[in-house]
């Protein structure tokens, strides 16, 4: 059975530090991962996803994740956070019956301080 | 840009309660979802929806939950009798034709608190 771990429940960082946000999942077919974002008082978002062809996927406003397949990995990653990043962030792998339903990890809050 | 709209935002009851959850989901999207979350734990897919019927339930779903699309535009988790485990934040979600290509779109969120 498919699993996705997040190691970090909490992550604070300065603005304008880079962050890495871990993910690690486990599955014995093809995967497809999403990152999914949460702002306060607001439903899920999707960020980004792999779903095949090049490792890296980028979204619109910084934010890169890596499929790593050797090391079961798809960690989250920008450069240079903002104030307005600050958000709860679930990885998530795909059934393996590519239904549309997802696993999700437990989450991890990015708390970004001026 | 369309959204999947969830009301209420929060909703208090009494342990023993029935209580109903709403949720519109986008209007050409044809696969629904529930999923919910426990505080401080991962969130979790319930139910998904096709056709007028449960395509997929998780062992969480059991007798005292049931969906239904009662109009063609909304989409309700009913619990029949709630317990204070139930306590959860409750996620609905659809996509345009449930393949993983189709990302899920969630809402909101309703937090049911049961006391």
């Known amino acids: 059975a498919q699993s996705v771990t997040q190691l970090d429940s909490q992550v604070p960082v300065f603005e304008e530090a880079p962050v890495e946000l871990r993910c690690n999942y486990s599955?014995?077919?093809?995967?497809?991962l999403f990152w999914y974002v949460q702002y306060p008082n607001q439903g899920l978002q999707l960020l980004l996803k792999y779903l095949s062809g090049s490792t890296l996927v980028e979204s619109i406003n910084g934010f890169e994740a890596e499929f790593n397949k050797s090391q079961t990995s798809f960690h989250l990653r920008k450069p240079s956070v903002h104030i307005s990043d600050t958000a709860e962030y679930f990885c998530?792998?795909?059934?393996?019956?590519?239904?549309?339903?997802?696993?999700f990890g437990q989450g991890t809050t990015l708390q970004v301080k001026p | 840009e369309p959204e999947v709209t969830q009301t209420p935002s929060h909703q208090v009851t009494q342990m023993g309660q029935e209580v109903i959850l709403r949720c519109v989901p986008i209007s050409n999207h044809l696969y629904f979802y529930w999923y919910r979350q426990i505080l401080g734990q991962k969130v979790e897919f319930l139910v998904s929806?096709?056709?007028?019927?449960?395509?997929?339930k998780s062992e969480i779903f059991d007798d005292q939950f049931s969906v239904e699309r009662p109009d063609g535009s909304n989409f309700t988790l009913k619990i029949r009798s709630t317990k204070l485990e139930d306590s959860a934040m409750y996620f609905c979600?659809?996509?345009?034709?449930?393949?993983?290509?189709?990302?899920?779109?969630f809402g909101n969120g309703t937090r049911l608190t049961v006391t």
């Open positions: 929806f096709y056709n007028n019927e449960i395509s997929e």
């Open positions: 599955s014995s077919v093809s995967v497809y």
């Open positions: 998530a792998v795909s059934d393996e019956g590519n239904t549309g339903k997802l696993i």
């Open positions: 979600a659809s996509s345009s034709n449930g393949r993983i290509n189709s990302p899920l779109h």
